[in-house]
């Protein structure tokens, strides 16, 4: 027994759970019997209440008895003995062999149903997630050092001090009503949706956003459009519901309306990102707009708008959501579900997101957030709420705005002057936090991507992003989390693993179709 007296655990406690855990192992066994507690107490160096505190949980718990003639004994029955594991080989062999059928063998067998064996292929593991740390060039991380943690913690610290006790207790499960006045304000103004704040849902992030609409609107089976390449965890979220995908092909006017309707005209819901495509960065044409919500209302079908970085635009202001059109249909029903969140513009541990859905679905939304997650945690929900209502939050979207096109302009010096000269094409995106870097002479993106996460850079291969193959080979270079000299340095280290990959591989084709996508004005 090794005990510590700098831990803050107490010394009776360390005795307890030794003996308790020596038991278990088997290390002692039962019906032994163990020193009295005056020896014990002797050797151990401690005092004989401490070993008597000890010896009386564990009989109290079952694990000792004291026998008539003296002494105390292991149990002969261990009431945890089911706690015990079987050795790590054993354990190892059965993560990896095939579930039993209760046909050939009466044994338990602990695997997942077959809901959760899809959720557990989907949840493939990301470069974006592969250490806290962003390294350039992660997509989708805002720039962390920029953010203003002065006032995010005196807004904190004033909330503290009125200490309300309705921030400490369970709240409505579509989210705090000031947030959702303030976020239904903010959001008439800098994208011209029309809403109430009974229609926006506060959730924990885009993700559960889409997770939540696609479980409330699809039934298994149904088909469903998705951007073809597009955002990975929609493909997810509407997957784990039981959609069956269908990718819709993009041109410069953003997701082909007419292609959608060849493919699948009975799709029951749409996913795009009108404002700034994801991946390619293509803005949706007003002219497509349009005919996105004919057809959404031809059919019945409900369209999911995921709004996540039109914040930054740097040659116009923001442009209008698809919700707002939507919502000026006069007595059309409206088919718009808009997705927004604070992760990009904000810092991503926050996981607020939110969603704004027609009237018709705020009851079956509402009920389906409470299921799902309960509510999200109101403390964090209130401090947002003064830090867009004080116009904090403004003030850093535009300092944001700046500072990102800053970089974008570095990270493009460095591909079109720099040491990526060579391997990349990449022209300057009107918005957003990343560009495509259409790879020059390697075919092969994935092992382009995975070559350099083994020297230090992440950077995104678009196969990944495509149901099928790709058109061509890119990469996804996110530039808004890194500073320029980071983004210069990183770009002489891609340029080095591209250098050595282009001697290994043959020469990428070049797709007139995608170089029009690329030089869209």
Not at 109 to 117: K, Q
């Amino acid at each position: 027994m090794r005990l510590d007296t700098s831990r803050d655990e107490p010394l009776h406690h360390q005795v307890y759970a030794d003996i308790r855990d020596a038991i278990l192992a088997g290390r002692i066994a039962a019906r032994s019997q163990l020193p009295s507690t005056r020896l014990l107490a002797k050797e151990l160096e401690i005092s004989r209440t401490t070993v008597a505190l000890a010896f009386d949980q564990l009989r109290a718990e079952g694990f000792l008895e004291t026998r008539e003639r003296g002494g105390t004994y292991v149990a002969a029955t261990i009431p945890d003995r089911a706690l015990s594991v079987a050795p790590h080989p054993l354990r190892r062999a059965a993560a990896h062999s095939r579930p039993t059928t209760r046909a050939t063998s009466p044994a338990i067998v602990s695997t997942p149903s077959r809901r959760g064996a899809a959720l557990a292929a989907l949840a493939t593991p990301s470069i974006a997630l592969s250490r806290l740390q962003p390294r350039a060039f992660r997509t989708g991380v805002p720039s962390l050092d920029a953010f203003p943690y002065r006032v995010w913690g005196q807004i904190s610290a004033r909330l503290w001090r009125r200490a309300p006790r309705a921030l400490l207790a369970y709240g409505v499960p579509n989210g705090y009503e000031p947030l959702r006045k303030a976020i239904a304000h903010y959001l008439a103004v800098s994208r011209g949706a029309c809403c109430s704040s009974e229609q926006v849902i506060v959730v924990g992030g885009s993700q559960e956003a889409l997770y939540l609409a696609a479980h409330v609107l699809i039934e298994p089976g149904e088909r469903a459009w998705i951007e073809n390449p597009g955002y990975p965890g929609a493909r997810n979220a509407l997957s784990a519901a039981g959609a069956r995908l269908v990718g819709v092909p993009l041109d410069a006017e953003g997701l082909d309306i007419s292609s959608g309707r060849t493919l699948a005209p009975d799709a029951r819901i749409a996913y795009i990102t009108p404002s700034h495509q994801y991946p390619l960065g293509v803005t949706m044409t007003i002219g497509r707009r349009l005919a996105m919500l004919e057809w959404a209302r031809e059919s019945g079908a409900w369209i999911l708008e995921d709004d996540y970085d039109s914040e930054f635009r740097y040659t116009s202001r923001p442009l209008p959501s698809l919700q707002g059109l939507d919502a000026a249909g006069g007595d059309q029903p409206a088919r718009v579900i808009y997705i927004g969140s604070f992760s990009k513009t904000l810092f991503p541990a926050l996981r607020i997101g939110f969603l704004v859905v027609p009237p018709m679905l705020v009851d079956a939304f509402s009920a389906a957030r409470s299921v799902i997650d309960r509510q999200s945690p109101t403390f964090e929900q209130a401090v947002l709420a003064e830090f867009i209502a004080e116009g904090h939050f403004v003030r850093h979207v535009r300092r944001m705005r700046a500072l990102y096109a800053e970089r974008q302009y570095a990270l493009l010096r460095g591909i079109e002057n720099g040491p990526l000269m060579n391997h990349i094409e990449a022209s300057r995106s009107d918005a957003g936090m990343h560009l495509v870097g259409w790879l020059r002479h390697v075919a092969d993106d994935r092992r382009a991507s995975s070559l350099a996460l083994e020297d230090g850079i992440e950077a995104q291969p678009l196969s990944a992003m495509s149901l099928g193959d790709s058109p061509r080979a890119a990469l996804l270079l996110g530039y808004a989390a890194f500073t320029p000299a980071t983004l210069l340095r990183s770009s002489e280290r891609l340029a080095s693993v591209l250098d050595g990959l282009r001697k290994q591989s043959p020469a990428a084709g070049h797709n007139p179709n995608v170089a029009r996508r690329i030089h869209h004005t």
